[in-house]
Nanobody, 125 residues
Framework: QVQLVESGGGLVQAGGSLRLSCAAS????????MAWFRQAPGKEREFVAA???????FYAHSVKGRFTISGDGAKNTVYLQMNSLKPEDTAVYYC???????????????????WGQGTRVTVSS
């Protein structure tokens, strides 16, 4: 079992930055794919970024060049550095973990086995 706890959300002005953290407990996440998703009010949950130990990192087109996913194995923590934030980035951000092998369908929520409770990010214009 893996437990995921997100933190770091908040209110920020457009153009600002935030860093989200996802602390994993239970089994270590070195053998997992880790990802961030987000869900805006009235919308479906959507892929933001994913990180795999061998395959590398992947980003949604809407955040590429602005967001960076990284990890600290010693702390069992995954981060999402968000720069140049826009009002359309406003959402609840969720951390997710996928056990087992890499999947080319990494952008689907159904691929992930564990989810955090979410942290809210609000970007004001």
């Amino acid at each position: 079992q893996v437990q995921l706890v997100e933190s770091g959300g908040g209110l920020v002005q457009a153009g600002g930055s935030l860093r989200l953290s996802c602390a994993a407990s239970g089994r270590t996440f070195s053998s997992y794919g880790m990802a961030w998703f987000r869900q805006a009010p009235g919308k479906e949950r959507e892929f933001v970024a994913a990180r795999w130990s061998e395959e590398g990192t992947f980003y949604a087109h809407s955040v590429k060049g602005r967001f960076t996913i990284s990890g600290d194995g010693a702390k069992n923590t995954v981060y999402l550095q968000m720069n140049s934030l826009k009002p359309e980035d406003t959402a609840v951000y969720y951390c997710a973990a996928k056990s087992g092998r890499y999947s080319i369908d990494y952008y689907y929520t159904s691929q992930y086995d564990y989810w955090g409770q979410g942290t809210r990010v609000t970007v004001s214009s």
